[in-house]
């Protein structure tokens, strides 16, 4: 294992057993690396072992088999020695109900001796100043993920774990704490952003882990996921003819919106073969694919979810 | 450490429950006191006069009808009635004088500590609930990922508000009854402040390890209503349990915490009868000793297994 990455995973394995005497395997043999800076997306569908793996990570779970590191050190072992600079929310946003949103922050900034100041500057950042005073339990669903935000910045960290942040926000919600993340992201700080939401992933992150059934199915930078796409648009006269043409040259064609679409390795692979037969080209462009066509060509509708593989004992 | 149980403490005071329980803790003995001081208390004026005019009606009534009081053939009837029946006007206006040693043995002195280590038993247990029903628990643990000093930081909190409490409530108590009695004129024996007050001070420590218990047990069983359904059962059931298989009582939780909290006390139990068939029930010391080893045991059990559960179960 290399110590420039933040995250580092080797084998992980999590199993749960159930009330049956059966075994439930939640992650399964996950390898995941995630290099310093920048947001890192954790995709998956519900129940693909995206919040497990992170509760392994932060010590709230324990791993039935593998490895795993932040910043080097394994954890959970050394996880006391990493922990103040990793700040995370797993899941839903958890404070006490009763307490107003500042004594929540100043409970948890006194646990690791942070000043009170510094409960004001992130209660700033995130733009709760003039409610922090209210009941926790009053607040909107968005205000309660904003705090779960400040109480991670509490710590300065070096790595942000969020898990699912705008699950349940309105579109105005969503595009803040989006924007949160990407400034985040741009400040140097790791960002883990774990999302089902395809898009949110594309537009905010920089690199990707696409996990499913607790196996790990892709990972790499975003512009690299979409890249491995090898489709291109391609208009011409006469469609039969370009695609009996193609077909020959043994490369898939279908028919789309009045176009073509060509999967090859080359473009010019398709130019050379429909130059040689006559046919020439009005239109030749990459398609240039998006994450939910790339996550969907990865699962080939396969079950990634609640539906685990479950081994019986 | 010191941060965590400064953090833990203001979470404990700042719930609401768990003033209300204190607040209890100190509203209960109160009406307790007041209680035990007021049927204590020496007859009135008014009562004594009452007292001498029942007396007085029923001498009368004597008088006039001696035959109903069994009273035949007197020359005398007022005489003989009032002889006879030597009725007296303590009798009538009866009390029971205050005594702290009665008091501390069979009195209000052991309602106190039980209804305190009830209240502070409450207290642990809503406490730690609380942090496994709001989720908060798993929260605390991203800052403080070290399970062990949690778990400790909480238990120390808790243990130590309930004995001091109790243990300030409780010297309270006694001391006030001892002025009581002082201000009375009753002449308490030497040493028996003493022994309330150091009564008071184990009383205080089983409260204290009530509070751990319910605190124990609630992070064992992450739910208030699970922790006190099975309390509750255990105690409702236990007895029970224990005539059905005939455990004798020296095993009764109950009876041991009393034992350590009264520096002993006794039990019944059936025993052959000297010279003859059958059984005949006698008195059996219960020693402090025992009543610690005992309670002891049973708290250091739901202590070891409620770390141990926290130390290596997920937290949700």
Sequence with gaps: MTTDLVIETSGLRKEFRNRRGGTRVAVQDLDLAVPAGGVHGFLGPNGSGKTTTIRMLLGLARATSGSMRLFGAEVPRALPEVIGRVGAVVESPKFVPNFSGRRNLQLLAGTIGVPDARVDAVLETVSLEGREGDRYKGYSLGMKQRLAIAATLLKEPDLLILDEPTNGLDPAGIREIRETIRGLGESGVTVLLSSHILAEVQQVCTSATIIGNGRLLASGTVDELLGSSTTYRVVVPDRAAATAVLNRARLPVQAVDGALHVEADNPALITSELGQSGIWLSELAPVRADLESYFLELTAGESLGAHAEEVAS | MTRLLRVEAIRFLSRRAVLVLLALAIVIPVVIGFATVRNTAPPGADELAQAKEQIQQTLDDCAQHPRRYGIKDAADPAATCEKRMHLRVEDYAWYEPLSLGDERKNGSGVAVVVLLGILMLLAGATFAGYDWASGSMSNQLLFETRRLRIWAAKAVVVTAAAAVVSAVVLAAYWLVLARVADHRDITTPPGVLSSCLQSGWRGAAVIGGAALGGYALTMLFRSTVASLGILLAVVAAGGVVLAAVGIESAW???????????????????????????????????????????????LVLAVGGSLTSFRTRDVP
């Design chain 2, 252 to 298: 009764n939780p109950g009876l041991n915490l009393l034992a350590v909290v009264l520096d002993g006390t006794t039990y019944y139990k059936d025993v052959p009868c000297e010279g003859g068939g059958g059984t005949c029930s006698t008195q059996v010391p219960l020693s402090l000793l025992h009543g610690l080893v005992f309670t002891g045991t049973l």
